[in-house]
């Protein structure tokens, strides 16, 4: 692979070329490997005004399978194999969403797997595409009751910052800079790349002068109150700005997932920081990065209701996390498979055109 990822018109013209089908398997980061947001791009373009029509929902189902598979280059299969993932090459399954409650029939929501939801208007035309992994999916359900739930206990140390793990994994050195820019034009939700992932090390010098800061406490809301957070975050590393676009890891750009824990309970969602599972981004140096690559940044803060104030740092990679966080024993099940959907689950980039 030549390291520089394609753009995402490119990839319907290359996928089409390569003669694979949706069932063929490709490795993830490998050039025909369709990163999520530039499948939700490609996706969001072809679909506009796709009109899915009245028809009973198997048959909408299909028609939208179908129109998925012509947009993204692949041949239409005489019938769709009755499997679990339909588009098992690019690891996705496809929803149509005429209500916010999406429904996982007879599994439970996988980390592993991707999900693209579009939205139908009362046309039954299409102008809301979002496409997420499970991890990311889960996140967005503000119920809490998510499919399976891993958590960790926080135990203070003596200092109040700490670097857990001194050096990144094995695999990740490789790919980290050896200049350590000050600033950066990229942006923070930007895919790494060799120029602009810094150590470990580097990370944790930026980020322990944060310690002492504040920030409005936005109340029972957990992600604006992590968006404050992620605001200074930005800005210590060297961010012109700040980016979320709601995906992990938080801070895409460095590999850095951000928590806020305002209590000892660190609720790590449905995938355990020490996860080999590959992350579905282009390579890094030829390499590619695996979930327990990303570094962690746990950052400990008490609120009087107004602003919370910062008051301790752990830093660590997630092949470490265990090492000094104690799992919880065991995982947290719900059995439940329908998934309310938050009514800002659509971000749209592209909206419908005025009549």
């Not at 993932?85 to 929501?109: H, I």
């Not at 119920?143 to 206990?153: I, L, P």
């Not at 676009?245 to 938080?250: A, I, N, T």
């Not at 959907?341 to 009549?355: C, I, M, N, Q, W």
Request: net charge positive; proline share 6%; glycine share 6%.
């Amino acid at each position: 692979m030549s390291g520089t990822p394609r753009q995402p018109a490119d990839y319907p013209a290359a996928i089409k070329k390569s003669g694979l089908t949706i069932y063929d398997a490709i490795e993830i980061g490998s050039e025909l490997w369709i990163p999520s947001p530039d499948l939700e791009a490609v996706l969001k373009s072809g679909l506009k005004g796709f009109k899915t029509g009245k028809a009973e929902l198997r048959t909408r189902s299909k028609m939208f399978k179908v129109k998925v598979c012509e947009i993204l280059g692949y041949p239409v299969p005489k019938s769709f194999k009755k499997c679990k993932l339909r588009f098992s090459g690019q690891n996705f399954d496809t929803y149509v969403q005429t209500a916010d409650n999406l429904q996982v029939w007879n599994e439970e929501v996988s980390p592993a797997r991707r999900y693209v939801v579009a939205r139908p208007d009362k046309d039954s035309e299409i102008w809301r595409v979002r496409v997420l992994n499970g991890v990311d999916l889960a996140l967005l359900d503000k119920t809490g009751k998510r499919t399976q739930k891993y958590q960790a206990r926080l135990v203070h140390g003596a200092d109040a910052t700490e670097l857990v793990s001194i050096a990144d994994t094995d695999v990740l050195s490789r790919c980290v800079s050896t200049t350590s820019p000050k600033k950066f034009t990229s942006s923070p939700i930007d895919y790494p790349t060799a120029k602009s992932l810094l150590p470990i090390r580097e990370i944790y010098k930026r980020l322990r002068g944060l310690v002492g800061r504040t920030f409005a406490d936005a109340g029972g809301d957990q992600r604006n109150r992590g968006a404050g957070l992620h605001r200074l975050v930005c800005e210590a590393l060297g961010y012109p700005n700040y980016r979320d676009d709601g995906r992990f890891p938080d801070v895409k750009n460095q590999l850095l997932e951000v928590k806020l824990q305002t209590a000892l309970t660190i609720d790590l969602g449905l995938v355990t920081p020490a996860s080999e599972t590959p992350l579905e981004f282009p390579k890094i140096a030829e390499t590619q990065s695996r979930q327990c690559d990303v570094r962690y940044a746990l950052f400990y803060g008490e609120s009087d209701g107004v602003k919370i104030t910062l008051t301790r740092l752990y830093l660590t990679t997630g092949a470490d996390f265990f090492k000094r966080f104690p799992r919880s024993e065991g995982k947290i099940v719900n059995k439940k498979l329908q998934l309310p959907l938050p009514k800002d689950f659509f971000t749209l980039k592209t909206e419908r055109p005025a009549h």
